[in-house]
């Protein structure tokens, strides 16, 4: 794996490569202190052989700061076209976790000529109301609480670590726990240093007060690449309901669930994610 930097519209973006040659594979992280070797540390290099691999961290991620532009579903959506673009991919197969996944499935919706497979993975953005749905808009809108949440993480390394525990199944005995502690502090002390917030501008922008702002399923039937949606069995940030009712609206979309995985479905699961990952694209 390499590490390139370039310049887009609004501001750097760092991405990750691996592969030489056979089609191009671009994978999109999510949300938080999420980055791309934090989610595709293991894909990448389990996918070089056979396919260009293309992994980004969103802008207000990784190496991609400072940015001064949107970072909402549109402006995300830009930003992968405007890659691409630089990379020289007319088209592309995409995989999208959580946040990720939801840009994927917009960006294959709005832009159906660039998109040649596409795999959801737990996507954000395919649900008309959450949980808590108007207690989260009033917490989403006050800033001062969202900078108490970030004061919080930036100076509690155990906070983030007890957080990743707790998102992975098997929690610190994840063979890549340390490894993937040390990427989300890494990230949280870049969010702190950079003045940001630790919740995505997609994620704030993302909630109404009685209804979600970013719902995607009214576009997910001019989906027109095959697809499929992935979920593990013990994710507990995407409901079962939304991911099942995404599959149902893409046409053709076949849906797999993965036992004994959750939201980090790449890092609890790897062999199976992988080996599900080679056999669809």
């Known amino acids: 794996m390499t590490t390139h930097d370039t310049e887009v519209s609004h501001g750097p973006i760092r991405y990750h490569r691996a592969g030489e040659s056979g089609p191009a594979v671009v994978l999109l992280h999510g949300a938080m202190l999420d980055t791309a070797p934090l989610t595709w540390g ?21 190496g991609s700061r400072p940015w001064h532009g949107p970072t909402d579903q549109a402006g995300l959506e830009d930003v992968l076209a405007e890659l691409m673009d630089q990379w020289e991919l007319p088209t592309a197969r995409l995989v999208g976790l959580s946040l990720g996944g939801g840009i994927a499935a917009g960006f294959a919706a ?36 969202l900078r108490l949440t970030t004061g919080l993480f930036a100076r509690s390394p155990r906070l983030v670590r007890a957080s990743i525990a707790s998102a992975l199944v098997e929690g610190e005995r994840n063979p890549d726990f340390d490894g993937i502690v040390a990427l989300a502090n890494a990230e949280m002390e870049a969010k702190r240093a950079a003045g940001e917030l630790v919740m995505d501008d997609w994620q704030i922008r993302s909630y109404g007060w009685r209804r979600m702002r970013t719902d995607l399923r009214p576009l997910l ?23 099942e009712e995404t599959a149902r609206l893409i046409p053709g979309a076949d849906l797999l669930r993965v036992p004994g995985a959750g939201h980090m479905l790449p890092r609890d699961r790897p062999e199976e994610f992988h080996a599900a990952l080679r056999a669809f694209l």
């Open 42 to 62: 293991r894909a990448i290099p389990a996918l070089r052989d056979g396919y260009r691999v293309f992994a980004p961290d969103w802008p207000r991620h990784g």
């Open 221 to 243: 039937p001019r989906v027109a690449c095959p697809t499929l949606v992935v979920r593990g069995d013990e994710d507990s940030a995407v409901p079962l309901r939304a991911v």
């Open 110 to 145: 709005r832009r159906p000529d660039r998109v040649e497979r596409l795999v959801l993975v737990a996507p954000g953005g395919m649900e008309g109301r959450r949980v808590a749905q108007g207690s989260t808009y009033l917490y989403l809108r006050a800033p001062g609480l």
